[in-house]
């Protein structure tokens, strides 16, 4: 399997929400990334600035701290 973030191939990955559950993202699109790729995007970023910025993998990836 391959992460959609960082394209790592990895053995399993982690369903993360592109609009946080809390913000009303339960039934909104996904990525499926690894647990590195995860940890450091909830470790970053808060879920208001997921929620209203950074919502897209493409967005994500643009930013310097996940490179």
């Known amino acids: 399997m391959q992460c959609e973030l960082c394209q790592r191939d990895i053995e399993s ?3 993360h929400h592109l609009i946080p559950k809390q913000k ?3 039934k909104g699109p996904t990525a499926n990334i690894c647990s590195a ?3 450091q995007i909830h470790a970053l970023f808060d879920n208001t600035l997921l929620a209203q910025k950074l919502n897209t993998l493409e967005k994500l ?3 310097p701290e996940m490179r």
Do not use: D, K, P, S
């Open 61 to 63: 990836q643009a930013e």
């Open 24 to 26: 009303n993202g339960n």
């Open 37 to 39: 790729c995860h940890h």
């Open 13 to 15: 990955l982690t369903v």
